[in-house]
């Protein structure tokens, strides 16, 4: 392959820091590369397995978390919170579609951010754009906005103990089925989305008394008390991944273990650069961000180069047009990819495409377009005869207001600043997820019945 982890240095690369002091920069690599990995290559392959699953049409993909992790919103209230949503989420798709759920977070690494400009103008000063807690601070400072290689460090350290914590969550018995009413926030009791999801809750109680009944239970089936729960991330900052690449020992190959699943952001696709070779090297299960500007012909040099094998599972297609742009883009992605015979996972991501700048001068985006785009992806596969094998979605579990609609008190522009929290990009709060998950229910049920009309 002539591929090494270093290989990537000698190409063009986009979206990076200058960091000034370069020996510190290389000090604080060499000791990411001498710290045990965040996750392995056993755990990796299992969901390249599972993501081989969703390829075939056989289950779904749920993936999503913060839009940027930072250093001030780390705690284990918000990790839990965000790990309640997203397995309601997962337990209305599954119950609601009979279909097996893939779960994969942003989270436990997702720091860096790409941007638009190099630098911004606040009241006539112009400093170096924030591009993520791993690289510069948020705070308007020069000081502050100078890369800092010491940051990733602190990410490590903070994606461990998140990771630590997940898994607890995961494997500890929290995901219980049992505990399908406990994993409701406080603050969405009352409301119709949660009376909604408390219905779901009920009868999936009443399957496992049934079960219980029959001699099957949580002490004694793993499924029913423990989830597959895997972390990922956008792979931006080069420097971070190369330090966290290790060789497999099972099978001596080289695996990211800073993530079980990377992706590569539309602004850094080019096949000839440093992103997509860096990727190519690795074994974990791989993402690519598709965006209004791709061929079909950069598109299959990309599955060339990112998957030459064909195998299923290994790479997943992430899209993200825009409500107004879909129909436009995507049947054509889809026409070369099945003519050319490509195995690749489909997702929809319904957040990038659809960012909108409010009157009042905030950063948002409107659930009707997020939930527009999702249906018209579904629509589009349905006539394509291909399977709309995901979504992916930027979400946390506190009560923010954000993105425009739905919620417990249908955000609107107006209240935008009540809670707006984010460190780059607007998020969906718990309600808004969970009537995502509905909503992608009803679209995936309304397939099912018409293929099962036209078999």
């Known amino acids: ?224 008390k423990e989830t597959d729960f895997y972390t990922s991330h956008e792979a931006l900052l080069l420097n971070y991944e190369q330090a966290l690449v290790r060789i497999d020992s099972t099978t001596n190959e080289w695996y990211a273990t800073s993530a079980h699943f990377l992706w590569i952001g539309d602004r850094t696709r080019d096949p000839d650069e440093a992103h997509v070779e860096f990727c190519r090297g690795i074994k974990n299960p791989l993402g690519v961000k598709c965006g209004p500007s791709l061929s079909v012909d950069s598109l299959l040099t990309l599955c060339d180069i990112l998957n030459p094998d064909n195998e299923e599972g290994r790479l997943t297609l992430i899209c993200r047009f825009g409500s107004d742009e879909v129909n436009k883009h995507l049947p054509n992605l889809i026409e070369g990819i099945k003519k050319e015979g490509r195995n690749v996972v489909w997702c929809c991501d319904p957040m990038h495409g659809n960012t909108i700048k409010a009157s009042n001068g905030y950063k948002t985006r409107d659930l009707k377009t997020i939930f527009a785009e999702v249906q018209k992806f579904i629509d589009i596969h349905n006539q394509h005869d291909t399977h709309p094998g995901g979504v992916h979605f930027e979400m946390t579990g506190k009560d923010v207001t954000e993105c425009i609609g739905g919620g417990i008190s249908c955000v609107s522009e107006e209240n935008l600043s009540d809670r707006y929290h984010t460190h780059c990009d607007p998020r969906l709060n718990a309600s808004q997820a969970l009537e995502l998950a509905f909503m992608i229910t009803d679209k995936i049920k309304q397939r099912s019945k018409k293929n099962n009309i036209t078999t």
């Open 1 to 224: 392959m002539n591929w090494t982890p270093t290989s990537w240095h000698s190409k063009k690369i986009r979206q990076v820091p200058d960091y000034t002091d370069k020996q510190f920069l290389q000090k604080a690599e060499d000791r990411l590369a001498s710290y045990p990995p965040l996750v392995f290559a056993g755990e990796a392959r299992d969901l390249k397995n599972k993501l081989a699953q969703v390829c075939r049409g056989e289950s779904f993909l749920l993936q999503g978390g913060d839009c940027a992790e930072s250093f001030a919103e780390h705690s284990g209230d918000n990790i839990r919170d965000f790990f309640r949503v997203f397995m309601q989420m997962a337990a209305i798709l599954t119950f609601g579609t009979c279909s097996p759920i893939v779960k994969i977070g942003r989270i436990a690494g997702q720091f860096a951010k790409p941007r638009s400009s190099d630098t911004e103008i606040i009241d006539g000063i112009e400093l170096p754009s924030y591009r993520g807690d791993i690289i510069n601070s948020i705070e308007f400072d020069k000081e502050a906005r100078e890369p800092n290689a010491e940051a990733m460090i602190k990410v490590y350290r903070q994606s461990a103990a998140t990771l630590n914590l997940i898994r607890a969550f995961a494997k500890g018995g929290y995901a219980d089925l049992r505990l399908t009413h406990n994993w409701t926030l406080d603050y969405l009791n009352n409301s119709k989305v949660i009376d909604k999801y408390h219905e779901i809750a009920n009868a999936i109680n009443d399957i496992l008394d049934f079960m219980q009944a029959c001699g099957v239970y949580s002490d004694n089936t793993k499924a029913l």
